[in-house]
């Protein structure tokens, strides 16, 4: 058989180059059941607008000593529009950083006058360009090892360091952008605690800003995010900082401020808003487009198998048992199978996957810009267990294996664990993955006999809840932008 290792990406990504791109004339409106309706004039060409003027002058040097405001001097508002900064640290995968643009968008989409700054840590963050009134800030990458254990991977510095540099990063960036709502992703006290002074901060300065907090489903096993948040003060940063908590998942499947032991006052303050799915689904044509990519010599009896994992970081492991599972699978005539690779995957594990992937029917690919219209065009996918993945995989329809990712955290284990037992999906655990036990699990995968909605469904309107509740704190913030024209 000919091998397929070697196929020229730009095939695939001429295929779905500019599909994330609104080009349709408007930016749509989300309303509270996640639909999308057409006004305004906005299009996302990727043609940054400007965030505002900034007079960088000789308060600089002593406005972070103090000066009138505590802190820098915040910058000018040129036009009327609220402010959103957005705290995203995610220093290994895209997860984060597509759930913070899909937020970003929506609340745009919502109210096109914002101005949205993301401040994130992701090295895939040229992958997901801003556009409209929304821009990015990078911060330099680190890397969580385990509990309490991070380390700065590319600078060559101590984590101390680079640590102190974000800090000062974040204080400078969130004083001078002086925002009505700054909302923080996964951490309330941001990594060991970066985000304690900007929060202090931010407090002092501008005390009317409303802070909000957005958790995932599952952040850690709970007695593991019970001793880190107490030890690191997190508990305590959400009592005296935040005015809201978003849970981005569903209560009745894993009740984490319940199990993580959030107090009375915490909880009153907290709402479940459901999983949260980018509001774009693919069209007939980019499907049927991403299935002629992905398929040479389509029959009736081909069931085509994507494989991926993320931005790729870690997942050689899992794709080298994908891709020798190949020719094991049993319940299709022929199973072809891509394996999306990943912005991140290391040059000697994709020339490993190459070597394996040479004699099967299998080819690999770099990356996708459309990776929604490849789910769908799959007849099984196999990926690992984050969150954007799993909900996005459920969105999409299309039967999935989740093969989760052994560590540092048991997030992904306890996710692919909740929805293997209500048959949303089939689950290979990293200890018991093999060949022969993925295979096993594509051919469950594929068995249409099997009801996948008899557990009831996901509640996937995370993103207009959360985009209500977010519109909602800022129609009540009374943030007085001192400073600003």
């Not at 607008?49 to 900034?54: C, K, Y």
């Not at 300065?205 to 995932?216: A, D």
């Not at 019970?226 to 940063?237: I, K, L, N, T």
């Not at 990293?430 to 099997?450: E, G, K, N």
């Amino acid at each position: 058989m000919e091998s397929r290792a070697h196929l020229d990406f730009t095939e695939v990504a001429d295929t779905f180059h500019g599909q994330l791109e609104r080009t349709d004339g408007g930016a749509g409106v989300v309303d509270l059941r996640n639909r999308v309706r057409r006004s305004g004039d906005d299009r996302w060409q990727g043609a940054n607008r400007s965030i505002g003027t900034t007079n960088f002058d000789s308060r600089l040097g002593r406005g972070i000593m103090g000066g009138t405001t505590g802190g820098l001097p915040t910058a000018e508002r040129g036009a009327a529009g609220r402010r959103v900064a957005i705290y995203s640290q995610d220093g290994l995968g895209m997860g984060h950083l597509r759930r913070t643009n899909s937020i970003a968008a929506a609340l745009l989409a919502a109210d096109p006058s914002l101005t949205i700054l993301a401040i994130c840590d992701s090295p895939s963050g040229h992958y997901f360009q801003p556009s409209g009134r929304y821009d990015s800030l990078k911060l330099p990458t680190i890397v969580k090892r385990g509990p309490g254990d991070w380390e700065a991977p590319r600078l060559g510095a101590s984590f101390a360091d680079v640590h102190r540099m974000r800090t000062a990063i974040l204080s400078a960036a969130v004083s001078t952008f002086d925002p009505d709502l700054l909302l923080v992703d996964h951490m309330p006290h941001g990594s060991m605690g970066e985000l304690l002074p900007v929060l202090d901060l931010l407090k002092r300065q501008s005390p009317g800003s409303k802070v909000v907090l957005g958790i995932r489903d599952i952040i850690d096993a709970p007695e593991v995010v019970c001793q880190r948040w107490a030890a690191e003060g997190a508990f305590d940063a959400i009592d005296r900082y935040y005015d809201q908590v978003l849970v981005y998942g569903s209560a009745d499947l894993y009740d984490a401020p319940t199990l993580y032991g959030f107090s009375e006052e915490i909880l009153a303050r907290t709402t479940f808003c459901g999983y949260i799915v980018p509001p774009r689904q693919p069209s007939s044509d980019a499907v049927s487009s991403a299935r002629a990519a992905l398929v040479r010599g389509d029959t009736p009896d081909t069931r085509l198998v994507v494989v991926m994992g993320g931005s790729g970081a870690d997942a050689a492991p899992m794709m080298a048992a994908a891709v020798s599972s190949q020719s094991e699978i049993t319940s299709a005539g022929r199973a072809p199978m891509a394996v999306i690779c990943g912005p991140n995957m290391p040059d000697g594990d994709r020339r490993e996957l190459a070597r394996l992937a040479s004699d099967r029917d299998v080819y690999l690919i770099g990356s996708v810009s459309d990776t929604s219209s490849v789910m769908a065009a799959a007849d099984v996918v196999v990926a690992m267990a984050g969150y954007n993945s799993t909900v996005e995989l459920i969105a999409s329809g299309t039967p999935t294996v989740l093969v989760p990712r052994p560590g540092p955290s048991r997030e992904q284990r306890i996710r692919a664990r909740l929805f293997s037992e209500r048959r949303w999906v089939e689950m290979v655990d990293p200890a018991d993955l093999t060949p022969t036990s993925l295979a096993a699990a594509i051919d469950r995968a594929m068995d249409p006999t099997v009801d996948r909605t008899a557990n009831g469904v996901v509640d996937l309107d995370g993103l207009g809840r959360a985009t209500s509740e977010l519109i909602r704190m800022l129609d009540h913030s009374q943030h007085l932008g001192v400073l600003r024209a």
